[in-house]
């Protein structure tokens, strides 16, 4: 059988955008039939369709799911925090290589308590059923 792939950006000396890492090991215990990837952005990934992440995203107040990397820019405050992983999600688009993207992006700010129920909520909707 074939699980589900989510993958989980964040730096984990950078305390703004460690909050998903912290998070990992709570998000397989309540997802036993998830399979979770800590990537680095500025490595090689292996690329699902869809790609669907959770990261820190400066700009937001409240956890948002992104359904297109277009969404990026339609408000100059809101970015992947780490540039390298929304400027190496976009060269993937455009190369033909990244079909479709689901972002749960994760304020840098919230509480990791709030985080980790709102992020579960979004990833109930985002989870085939």
Known sequence: MS????HVFGNPDIV???IP????PRFSA???DVHFIALDPNEEW???DPFVLIDTVVGLSEIHVFHSLDEFDT???V???DFDALFNLRYLAKLGKLKGVVVIGVPPKMNEEEAFTKI??????VLPH
Request: proline share 14%; hydrophobic share 45%.
């Open 75 to 77: 408000s100059p405050t």
């Open 46 to 48: 292996a690329i699902p």
């Open 30 to 32: 309540q997802f036993p």
């Open 79 to 81: 970015s992947v925090h």
């Open 21 to 24: 890492l912290r998070l990992l």
């Open 16 to 18: 703004m955008d460690a």
């Open 120 to 125: 579960v909520s979004s990833m109930k909707e």
């Open 3 to 6: 699980y589900p792939i989510i």
